[in-house]
């Protein structure tokens, strides 16, 4: 394992259910990220939360909701989702701002909106 | 300003061939540049990284060459195996925002 844990690894949900993704590190790291991945497009930055507040909110609709209890922990919760919505959900986490090596991410949520 | 473009967007070569990928960026701010492996099934991990600092760095197999004035990057592998198939993505960030800016990806094939 990465350090990086997502559960499930994969979730079939119909558009009025509600469902959330879990995301945890063990990596002392202080910042974690909330990507979608969809076929032949580049990762997209869904969210950021940096020592457990949000920084960042690039203009995801609100059927996406992020919770960050603490800093190892990262929720997505999903309602009402739409088929196009159906993509490979990535949690990833880095530590500082001066020794910024990148993310370790996790393997992902697999999610299929039906 | 803040896209990564990569090319080509899928790649083909024989077991011990060169495989290169290519990336160019317009935000001369960035100043940290990782590419990530991917495998099917799992999360894109990182392989190696550079900063615009120098022009090129080896790890293994692997080389990243950079091209500050140009405002491209590239990476190299070489010796290629049939295990170094899977998708390749180019990155950069500007160090004090920690968000990285991928690029779209690049499937690569290593036939045996």
């Known amino acids: 394992e990465t350090g990086v844990t997502q559960t499930p690894r994969h979730l079939v949900m119909g558009m009025t259910n509600k469902k959330s993704l879990k995301c945890e590190q063990h990596l002392g790291h202080n910042a974690m990220y909330w990507y979608k991945q969809s076929a032949k497009k580049p990762l997209e930055l869904m969210f950021v939360?940096?020592?457990?507040?949000?920084?960042e909110n690039n203009s995801v609709p609100s059927r996406f909701s992020p919770e960050c209890p603490n800093s190892s922990h990262l929720f997505l919760h999903l309602h009402t989702l739409q088929p196009e919505d159906s993509a490979l959900y990535l949690c990833?986490?880095?530590?500082?701002?001066?020794?910024?090596?990148?993310?370790?991410f996790g393997s992902g949520t697999r999610l299929t909106v039906v | 300003q803040q896209q990564v473009k990569q090319s080509p967007q899928s790649l083909i070569v024989q077991k011990g061939g060169i495989p290169i990928i290519n990336c160019a960026y317009e935000?001369?701010?960035?100043?940290?540049f990782p590419w990530y492996q991917q495998f099917p099934g799992k999360g894109p991990a990182l392989l190696i990284a550079i900063r615009p600092d120098v022009s090129e760095k080896k790890e293994g197999r692997f080389t990243i060459s950079f091209n500050k004035s140009a405002k491209q990057f590239s990476l190299h592998i070489m010796d290629s195996q049939p295990g170094d198939s899977a998708t390749y993505f180019c990155?950069?960030?500007?160090?004090?925002?920690?968000?990285?800016?991928f690029g779209s990806g690049t499937q690569l094939t290593v036939l045996p």
């Open positions: 990155a950069a960030s500007i160090g004090s925002a920690r968000q990285l800016t």
């Open positions: 935000n001369t701010a960035f100043d940290y």
């Open positions: 990833a986490s880095s530590q500082g701002q001066a020794d910024f090596y990148g993310y370790t």
């Open positions: 939360y940096s020592l457990e507040e949000r920084v």
